[in-house]
T-cell receptor, first 112, second 112 residues
Framework: DAKTTQPTSMDCAEGRAANLPCNHSTISGNEYVYWYRQIHSQGPQYIIH???NNETNEMASLIITEDRKSSTLILPHATLRDTAVYYC?????????????FGGGTRLMVKP | NAGVTQTPKFRILKIGQSMTLQCTQD?????MYWYRQDPGMGLKLIYY???????DKGEVPNGYNVSRSTTEDFPLRLELAAPSQTSVYFC???????????FGPGTRLTVL
């Protein structure tokens, strides 16, 4: 699975959009981009995933560049409850083990 | 649905003791996983299962054993606890390879 690079930490004002970047320059054609987050002391929570098209759900939007070497997770209106560590993971979806490799992630702090 | 449940929530073991961490899911998922998370780090995969009767090693399997006799349950066994196994353990499940993983609340284990 391709490696990812994320900033260690970011701040965001409450009510503003939070844009979390992720670099995955060695991504292969059959690898998806997944985003999970982990609120302090809780189990990780799935947010969104995509292959090459932009994706949106009730939690967030995922923007993937045309060359697929980077992506951005967008939380449109961040709240204090969005304070968490956000993990960008790149993996093959039909991997029999469906293993997720969690790196360091980005610690997002939403401030009032 | 209760989702993924784990017991116990907390446990302190002495070196050399053994214990079983329980994990149950009520979503009829075929795939189940055990991760560990050391302080300030991302998650690492210990073992996984793609269905009842089938298990396989992940990234850090040494010192652990698993079994999968039913679809619902995926217990993790520590035979001879060591201080290096002090960690938070998360169980997860997913319906198909590629779909989102659902995580349990975790078991915080300390080995002294």
């Amino acid at each position: 699975d391709a490696k990812t690079t994320q900033p260690t930490s970011m701040d965001c004002a409450e009510g503003r959009a939070a844009n979390l970047p992720c670099n995955h320059s060695t991504i292969s054609g059959n690898e998806y981009v997944y985003w999970y987050r982990q609120i302090h002391s809780q189990g990780p929570q799935y947010i969104i995933h995509g292959l090459k098209n932009n994706e949106t759900n009730e939690m967030a939007s995922l923007i993937i560049t045309e060359d697929r070497k980077s992506s951005t997770l967008i939380l449109p209106h961040a709240t204090l409850r969005d304070t968490a560590v956000y993990y960008c993971i790149v993996r093959v979806a039909n991997n029999a083990g469906n293993m997720l490799t969690f790196g360091g992630g980005t610690r997002l702090m939403v401030k009032p | 649905n209760a989702g993924v449940t784990q017991t116990p929530k907390f446990r302190i073991l002495k070196i050399g003791q053994s214990m079983t961490l329980q994990c149950t899911q009520d979503m009829n998922h075929n795939y189940m996983y055990w991760y560990r998370q050391d302080p300030g780090m991302g998650l690492k995969l210990i073992y996984y299962s793609v269905g009842a009767g089938i298990t396989d090693k992940g990234e850090v399997p040494n010192g652990y054993n698993v079994s999968r006799s039913t679809t619902e349950d995926f217990p993790l066994r520590l035979e001879l606890a060591a201080p290096s196994q002090t960690s938070v353990y998360f169980c997860a499940s997913t319906r198909t390879s590629g779909s989102e993983q659902f995580f349990g609340p975790g078991t915080r284990l300390t080995v002294l």
